[in-house]
């Protein structure tokens, strides 16, 4: 039933799961649905593409692209953007690029209430653009001697994985792709349902109003 607000998501797949479309889907519903509202995206690797924001309906005149440099203080920089009140949503691409420095994820982990307070505070909501463990890592026991993700989603209100299913033709050609998204974790409910997302590749990113 959509993504929470004062509260963080992570949404976590393989490469052509639908993770970033999908995480680029939710700003645009966040600009559609609060007239006026602005939204961030924070590109740690510099590699987002105006144009496939646009085409995925996102109004770039009330976007903030993010670039950091190599040495910023994104954690820091996460919370003091949630803290201005301006935003309705902050999409962090992606989590890894701050895991995979010690130092900096120590720093995302330090920061986390003072994140989660300032989301409360100004209802906005973070998503995070993630990487699905491997198994070894799922197990409850082991997960936080492995994973330097998991104080993170034991903070996120949601989290999403992303899967592709299997890729759509038409006419002989590639049309685009099926992915199966499923919660691994809700503040809200306990079991873990799914859905499917089709992702065409016809010159827009089409998606249902139900999405």
């Given at each position: 039933?959509?993504?929470?607000?004062?509260?963080?998501?992570?949404?976590?797949?393989?490469?052509?799961?639908?993770?970033?479309?999908?995480g680029y889907k939710a700003l645009t519903k966040?600009?559609?649905?609060?007239?006026?509202?602005t939204v961030a995206l924070i590109d740690l690797?510099?590699?987002?593409?105006?144009?496939?924001?646009?085409?995925?309906?996102?109004?770039?005149?009330?976007?903030?692209?993010?670039?950091?440099?190599?040495?910023?203080?994104?954690?820091?920089?996460?919370?003091?953007?949630?803290?201005?009140?301006?935003?309705?949503?902050?999409?962090?691409?992606?989590?890894?690029?701050?895991?995979?420095?010690?130092?900096?994820?120590?720093?995302?982990?330090?920061?986390?209430?003072?994140?989660?307070?300032?989301?409360?505070?100004?209802?906005?909501?973070?998503?995070?653009?993630?990487?699905?463990?491997?198994?070894?890592?799922?197990?409850?026991?082991?997960?936080?001697?492995?994973?330097?993700?998991?104080?993170?989603?034991?903070?996120?209100?949601?989290?999403?994985?992303?899967?592709?299913?299997?890729?759509?033709?038409?006419?002989?050609?590639?049309?685009?792709?099926?992915?199966?998204?499923?919660?691994?974790?809700?503040?809200?409910?306990?079991?873990?349902?799914?859905?499917?997302?089709?992702?065409?590749?016809?010159?827009?990113?089409?998606?249902?109003?139900?999405?």
């Amino acid at each position: 039933q959509g993504i929470p607000l004062g509260g963080m998501t992570m949404i976590s797949g393989r490469t052509t799961s639908g993770k970033l479309t999908l995480g680029y889907k939710a700003l645009t519903k966040a600009q559609q649905h609060h007239a006026g509202d602005t939204v961030a995206l924070i590109d740690l690797f510099h590699s987002s593409d105006p144009d496939y924001l646009k085409r995925c309906g996102m109004d770039l005149k009330r976007l903030v692209i993010v670039r950091p440099p190599h040495d910023a203080n994104v954690p820091e920089l996460l919370v003091d953007l949630a803290r201005t009140g301006e935003l309705r949503a902050i999409l962090v691409d992606h989590l890894g690029g701050l895991l995979a420095n010690g130092r900096m994820a120590r720093r995302l982990h330090s920061s986390l209430g003072s994140l989660g307070h300032a989301l409360r505070a100004k209802q906005c909501s973070v998503l995070l653009i993630g990487e699905p463990e491997p198994p070894w890592q799922r197990w409850p026991a082991t997960r936080w001697l492995t994973s330097r993700s998991w104080p993170i989603q034991q903070q996120a209100a949601l989290c999403i994985e992303m899967q592709r299913e299997r890729w759509l033709r038409a006419d002989g050609a590639l049309s685009g792709y099926r992915a199966r998204a499923c919660v691994t974790r809700s503040r809200w409910r306990f079991d873990r349902p799914c859905a499917m997302v089709e992702i065409e590749f016809n010159g827009a990113v089409r998606a249902r109003a139900t999405w």
